[in-house]
């Protein structure tokens, strides 16, 4: 496996054998394991750029990685060895089926299964849209910024007609929130195995102007003491008109029926006409469902939550503004507040303005005060991991209003914290509630850039930077450490300085094989020790070298992990065709992934034979049961891909004869599969199969080496050993 992170998460979570599936949120890496029991929590939160770890029930695993998620989610799905791995859901049904059977066995956090489950749903509903959400509410700081500069009117209140320029950029943040239900039902339907698209056309109904048009021709109501425009339809059913715009309540609930109904259509209808006749049905059963029940059951239910904080809101500001930054840090772990973000929003449509969102704010900037606080230890005791993910989780706090980095990366790894960042919470609320609360006209998220968007800045302004800066130096008084995490933290610290010197070739000795005759070619000081070694009748594998004088005041290095030997450099090590064929440049290859050299140089064979060969010595890292691809680890330390045609992924197998399977030895010339070439070209697919080197950074260079017709064995790629840094 590549060393890089992508490459250590794998591993530290058990290797691709122990992923059952991995997907990605605004911050965190998402695994489902087969078993997460073995995992070294230690070792994940040490690899660089990881935020923290945080373990879940059913064998699922979260890896905080802050706002690199997205880059080290894609490196890790590029790895060869990933291949078989779903982005989403299970490999197979016995996968799925284990996973659920542990799930239910072990429950979230030890006890509720359907609770995980359920703050998942919630999650994943939200999640995918937080950065449409964030560009949004700058977009309505702008305005309000603008609007407490007197430079435009309120442009908050539905009465007041803004300037044409105004007005159109007004819009720029409304189609995040007027459609927020359609991207709700979207991916609240995926989560729950159903056709995203279905559910969002079933959302999208109750939505069209033509049904809210339907007000014209309704009749008042009251219905649980409010007054509603219902319409009869269907001989008498009423059907009440509401509307939908920024809703969250209505998508979840509808998207929560239609799992369960797409799941049982696909049991009930004939695999043939499931493409046809399972959305169908699916639209017929749930648009009049929704529109008729559970669209006004998940306003009434957001209403009566809303009612409830509103009633606790109204009997005391000073206690409601207390208790929401004191709640909320245990509210954020357990997804509890995605519901709370739902009432906030809800807030907005009906009173015009929301006041749950001022006091959050004082929650989320004692976070980052105490984020602060660590930020000023790690860079005074010198600890660069803690160093780069508090100034990584501080610049996602302050400029995006988001805490997770901050709370999965240290907050909760380190339990002192909390007491201290609870205090900034109690002051920052105390100050909000003595103000007499404050209040929104827009849903935001509390960062520096948000500031102006509530109504009294300066009370608002007062309360955060208290809570900020008296969390932060409480922490920096009494620390975040126990003086045994501080200690361990400090060896942990040495060995890594040790490690980054050893990589660097800057420390004063080196491993080497005096058994290799190669070592003092691959290492030029290595020559003298190996000798010594021998000479001393050592028996054991390696031996330490020293390096010239002006080195040996480097700290001794720590034992390393065995490695591959490398290449001597600047040798060539060619790679023969793994098959008969035309060869064609990388850029021609007709797939833009491969062709930009995504996922790495090399070539691309046109086949005129059927059979894929290994083309040296080495092991399979992937061997698609489809067919399609394949990864080699070569005994020279080269990384290879070899994929049979382009998209024929989706061939399922059909046409594909594979002959080895993953962690095999093989040889040069060793057959890998046996395809149908015409099966494939029926199929529509082309039969182009790309050769590429994957972990080409490791080497010099990368070079086509051979045009138009060869044999299978021929060399067709030159791969040159990089040669060694000088200081």
Known sequence: MASSTAGDIVDTVGGPDNIVSLTHCATRLRFQLRDS???DQT????????LGAVPQGGNRYQIVMGGAVTNTYQDIMGLPEMSSVSSGAASDADDMAATKAAARAQGPRGKVAWLDNFFEFLSDSFRPIIGALLGASLFITFMSLMSTLGVIPNWADPRVTLPPTWAYLNLFWQGV????????????SKKLNADPWVGFAIMAVVMLPGFTALKDISTPMTVFGSTVNVVPVFGGIPLTIFSYNSQVFPPLLMAGVLGPLYKLLRKIIPENVQLIFVPFLAMLIMIPLTSLLIGPLGIYAGAALAGLLGAINSFSPLIFAIAIPLLYPFMVPLGLHWPINAIMLLNIQNLGYDYIQGPMGAWNFACFGATAGVLFLANRDKETAMRQTATGALAAGLLGGISEPSLYGIHLRYKRIYPRMLVGCLLGGLIIGIGGGLRTNAFVFTSLL????????????IAVAVAFFSAMILVIISDYRTPEQKAEALALKREHEADAALEAGKTDRVLVDPNDPQAALTNPTAGTAAAGTAAAGASAATAVADRP????????APAAKPKKPAMVPGTVTEIGAPLDGKVIPL??????VFAKGTVGPGVGIVPSGNVVHAPAPGKILVAQETGHAFGLTLDSGIELLIHV??????MEGRGFDVHVKRGDTVEAGTPLVTFDPKAIEDAGFSLVTPVLVTNAKRFGSVEKIADGDVATGTPVIAVTAKEPKTD
């Open 37 to 39: 029991s073995g995992i």
């Open 43 to 50: 070792a994940v939160e040490a690899i660089p750029g990881v």
């Open 177 to 188: 929130f007027v459609f927020l239900p359609l991207m709700v039902a979207y991916n609240a």
């Open 450 to 461: 948000t500031i102006p968007a509530f109504n009294n800045i300066p009370l608002y302004a």
């Open 549 to 556: 004088a002006e080195a040996s005041a480097a700290p001794a």
């Open 587 to 592: 850029e021609e290859i007709p797939d833009p």
């Open 645 to 650: 045609g382009i998209d024929t992924v989706t």
